[in-house]
């Protein structure tokens, strides 16, 4: 070897670069998506699982060549449940990262301060909050919902309260947190147009020691159905466990929260788990038959290996809203032959009847919220398996 | 000085993305905020760690005034500085007179009231669902119009304090930091300097808390949380306590970080408290003063030793001996 | 109303014990430690996580959480205290630690997680007990045994007269022979230890929660304050009195305004009698 072969490798270097350079001038920029997680910090159990369905998304989407050969490119930003984080990172996804859409945050209190933010940039947005108040599309005409809104998991309680368990005695119990008090209001607003006005009300700090004066009360006061609205698990346990040391028999109707699986430890019996009631999925929840509905079943045996091997902890709902989003985005870029802010609007708002695993969608021009529904239901609390839920009995 | 003042306000061109002027904003609305709590906090050794509810009601009267009522948002902005004001006397009264951890504690409490009573006054907050926050109007409605804002505010507030810490009181005001019983003792009017130190960074927390409302556009009680106490109080002591430089470097420093190195953020008040620890273990001065101090350690000012000789024939002639 | 009763007493027998703590470290020190509350919920959290994630015998949890709060309390020695005290600035152990149990907080949450776990039961006794359940006597038992037995410490051994002869001025004491810096370091692991036992105990009503310290730091300041610094009695007091008003006006108001009616009483106590319930008024600032 002497210079010639220096030289010929030189060249092929070089014709390697160039071939190189050429693919990639070739190769489509790719599809930059910000997604905003609380994956630590008070609320995180959502988000990871949530991020758990948003990479697996990605993953499959990206192995199967992107969205019309673009890859997706997923830029994670860690919001800790602070709003000022959130709306820091919103900017950085808009200004610095460039990106063409934002999932999440995951927060309702994040993202009312993210989503005035994203329509002013003009991104599209979904959310996956539940608070009412975060979607309009005349001020926020890029943000869509892909998760239900408040309402939609306080009525089908209500009337599961009302007309099925035919009770008309509500005692409402809410947590003094932000989203604690906005749904314990929304509650209370529900009722009374049902006709139905509660019979005790009270709003009590998450982490309260003790319920058994509030049960007490609620008692006392004639309630023949309690009705918690927190998400903090530790509040709801307490809640069954000074039910059942009191050995009071009044159903309990109320937040998903209800039904998580770290209730069940924090629990003095198990059987104090029984009689309550949690609004759920259809996506998630058994059918007869003791089989899963089929798109999320075959969701779940892809995903299995990731999520570990032996029985699921968390709630399988979750993980598919998390995927569903990916794919939500992956419908409007190609439906939309780009990433057009204005030709996503036109696409979404177009949409009818997307079926997802987590939900079925539907968007409008005048209707940003796309969960249906009848996509909710309610389910039995203590029948937690491997990621779902078992239907609460009907009459 | 004037390259870091040319460059403050040059930034708006400087910076490439409207999310660098926004980092910088929040930076300026934080150091309103520090420039007041650093001269109760470094010159009069009032440790207070509850701030964040003082910046929490500024921001929320500026949210009502502004946002509910359509008052012009200049005279809310000076409605949520005189209302910080005013609770920070109401905070004032009864607390300066408790010794250092009382004084602390009721800070913290304060801080969880305001954030409790947001909570139950719902019709007026917002509740749980927080307010939206509106602009200002035109030439101020842009990032780079808000930030020139910020800074001309920031600007008078840094004014103001460099010149009590300067000129007006501050050498009494350290002196109460390090004595109290000796500042009394030479003639310091004690309480009523700690009062209107502590009423002045009300004031600064108001301001700060209604741009930082207009900044975020959206409040919520979960905006104000402890943690954000705690932060103001770490920027101060980590920057240096008794100098206003090294706490602004503080408040650039902290803001930026995290930002720019995610794993800090997982960590989050771990990485404060550490600073925190290091810093007083190691610098109770502060790492603005650490190259001072690093300087004297290693490059120590000799000091000239001045042999004293007496003069003792001179001295004889005054004391109007004879000579010998 | 009764059961707003035993939950006021119980949970106020925590805040008790915290004041405990509180005074076993000033009384060496002259230092009120931002950790004493960390150390009660330290308690709680190695308690749950020896016989829930390790299935330990409940003796060798307790063990293990007692020894885990002494471990703490000695690093709040030697980290926190022992440096700073040499400097003369007063602000300085505040600053150092609340820096502590800041990082001590942040420290549990990122390993334990931030959601309230179980703690399981201690005793074998059925659920249906009600108000006479282990999780409302037993912090009241914990706090009253201590309050005994510290009483008993500094009768009638001669460590618990060091320790009173520290508080009276640890300068004599020294002078007198006093190994200051070892006495010091003994009170904060037997606060330590009391604080995690305190938690411990009470960890069926708290639950092992990571953000618990703070609260706990707070409330039993409160209860100290307004019992008086230094006097056990008073803590006692101050904690019961604190525990039954929280929980009465959280009976008739809702738990709306809790922290601002647990502050008010503090505020209250403080203007009329400065100096708290059973507190000795200090008389020499200098």
């Known amino acids: 070897m002497g210079n010639g072969g220096r030289f010929a490798r030189a060249a092929g270097i070089a014709f390697g670069l160039i071939v190189l350079a050429s693919a990639a001038q070739a190769a489509p920029p790719p599809l930059r998506i910000g997604w905003l997680s609380s994956l630590t910090g008070a609320l995180s159990s959502a988000a990871i699982a949530q991020n758990q369905g948003v990479q697996f998304a990605v993953d499959e989407i990206n192995a199967a060549g992107g969205i019309a050969g673009r890859k997706i490119e997923l830029l994670t930003y860690d919001t800790a449940g602070d709003p000022t984080k959130a709306v820091n990172f919103a900017k950085k996804l808009v200004f610095e990262d460039k990106v063409q859409f934002v999932i999440g945050p995951v927060n309702s209190g994040e993202s009312l301060a993210t989503v005035p933010i994203l329509a002013k940039a003009g991104i599209p947005n979904l959310v996956i909050g539940a608070l009412d108040e975060l979607i309009d599309p005349h001020r926020y005409p890029l943000a869509f919902r892909a998760i239900n809104t408040n309402r939609q998991w306080i009525s089908p309680a209500n009337d599961y309260a009302l007309k099925v368990l035919k009770r008309s005695k509500v005692a409402l119990i809410g947590d003094t947190s932000g989203y604690g008090t906005a749904s314990t209001k929304a509650a209370a607003e529900l009722l009374e147009k049902a006709g139905v006005k509660p019979v005790y009300s009270v709003l009590v700090d998450p982490n309260k020691t003790d319920l058994t004066d509030e049960m007490g009360k609620a008692r006392a006061a004639g309630a023949d159905v309690v009705m918690p609205w927190s998400a903090a698990t530790g509040l709801l346990a307490r809640v069954l466990n000074a039910r059942g040391e009191a050995g009071w028999k009044v159903p309990v109707v109320g937040h998903p929260a209800l039904m998580a699986p770290p209730i069940r430890k924090l629990l003095n019996k198990p059987e104090y788990w029984e009689n309550a009631f949690a609004v759920g999925y259809v996506s998630t929840t058994y059918t007869a038959d003791g089989k899963l509905p089929e798109r999320t079943q075959a969701l779940l045996s892809r995903i299995r290996q990731k999520l570990g091997t032996g029985e699921l902890d968390l709630m399988f709902w979750w993980v598919a809203l998390g995927y569903d989003t990916v794919h939500i985005v992956e419908h409007a870029v190609k439906a939309a032959g780009g990433t057009e802010p204005a030709a996503i609007q036109k696409v979404l708002e177009a949409t009818h009847e997307l079926k997802g695993v987590f939900a079925t969608y539907s968007w409008s021009p005048t209707q940003h919220n796309g969960f249906p529904d009848h996509n909710t239901l309610m389910n039995l609390a203590n029948t937690f398996h491997d990621g779902s839920f078992q239907a609460a009995p009907q009459q | ?324 | 109303m009764l059961a707003a009763l035993v939950t006021g007493i119980a949970t106020g027998a925590v805040y008790a014990a915290v004041a405990l703590a509180y005074n076993l470290m000033f009384s060496t020190s002259k230092v009120l430690s931002v950790t004493t509350g960390h150390l009660c919920m330290l308690g709680g959290v190695l308690g749950a996580w020896a016989m829930g994630n390790a299935h330990l015998p409940m003796p060798v949890a307790l063990a293990l959480a007692v020894a885990g709060g002494g471990l703490a309390g000695w690093i709040t020695d030697v980290v926190a205290i022992r440096r700073v005290l040499a400097r003369s600035d007063e602000h300085l152990w505040l600053l150092s630690t609340l820096a502590l149990a800041t990082m001590l907080q942040q420290a549990v949450g990122l390993w334990w997680g931030t959601e309230p776990k179980p703690f399981p039961r201690l005793l074998a006794q059925d659920f249906g007990a009600g108000l006479g359940d282990q999780k409302y006597w037993l912090p009241v038992v914990v706090a009253a045994a201590a309050a005994l037995g510290l009483e008993l410490f500094y009768r009638r051994t001669l460590y618990g007269k060091l320790f009173l002869a520290m508080s009276e001025d640890a300068f004599a004491a020294r002078a007198r022979g006093i190994p200051t810096d070892r006495i010091r370091s003994l009170s904060y692991v037997m606060a330590g230890m009391l604080g995690a036992l305190a938690g411990f105990a009470a960890g069926q009503l708290t639950f092992a929660f990571f953000a618990l310290g703070l609260t706990l730091t707070l409330n039993g300041f409160i209860a100290l304050a307004v019992g008086g610094l230094g006097s056990n009695r008073g803590a006692l007091a101050g904690g019961l009195a604190l525990g039954l008003v929280n929980s009465l006006a959280t009976y008739g108001l809702g738990g709306e305004y809790q922290q601002t009616i647990s502050v008010g009483l503090l505020l209250l106590v403080l203007l009329l009698r400065p100096q708290g319930l059973f507190g000795v008024r200090a008389l020499r600032p200098v």
């Open chain 2, 1 to 324: 000085m004037l390259a870091g003042a040319l460059f403050l306000i040059g930034l708006p061109l400087l910076a490439q993305d409207e999310y660098q002027l926004h980092l910088a904003c929040l930076i300026g609305c934080y150091w309103i905020l520090i420039a007041g709590l650093n001269l109760a906090v470094g010159y009069t050794g009032q440790l207070s760690i509850g701030h964040v509810g003082l910046l929490a009601i500024g921001a929320y009267v500026f949210a009502i005034l502004a946002g509910r009522n359509g008052v012009n948002p200049y005279l809310a902005l000076g409605a949520a500085g005189g209302m910080g004001g005013l609770c920070g006397l109401l905070l004032g009264l009864p607390s300066l007179r408790l010794p250092g951890f009382y004084f602390a504690m009721s800070t913290l409490a304060f801080a969880l009231i305001v954030s409790e009573l947001i909570l139950a006054q719902g019709g007026l907050t917002g509740g749980g669902v927080g307010l939206a926050v509106p602009g200002f109007p035109k030439p101020v409605d842009t990032p780079a119009g808000f930030y020139c804002l910020v800074l001309a505010v920031s600007a008078v507030v840094s004014l103001l304090a460099w010149n009590v810490a300067r000129h007006m009181w501050g050498r009494a005001l350290i002196a109460v930091r390090d004595s109290a019983v000796a500042a009394a003792a030479v003639g310091v009017p004690l309480f009523r300097l700690k009062l209107t130190v502590f009423v002045f960074s009300g004031v600064t927390a108001g301001l700060a808390g209604a741009l930082f409302a207009s900044l975020q556009s959206y409040i919520t009680p979960d905006t104000f949380v402890f943690d954000l106490g705690l932060f103001f109080f770490v920027c101060i002591i980590i920057g240096g306590r008794g100098s206003i430089l090294g706490p602004f470097l503080g408040t650039v420093v902290l803001t930026v970080l995290p930002e720019a190195v995610a794993p800090l953020a997982r960590l989050g008040n771990f990485f404060y408290g550490l600073l925190l620890l290091m810093v007083v273990l190691l610098l109770p001065e502060g790492i603005g003063r650490l190259v001072s101090v690093l300087r004297e350690r290693f490059w120590p000012v000799r000091l000239e030793s001045v042999a004293v000789a007496p003069d003792l024939p001179r001295l004889a002639r005054a004391l109007g001996h004879k000579q010998p």
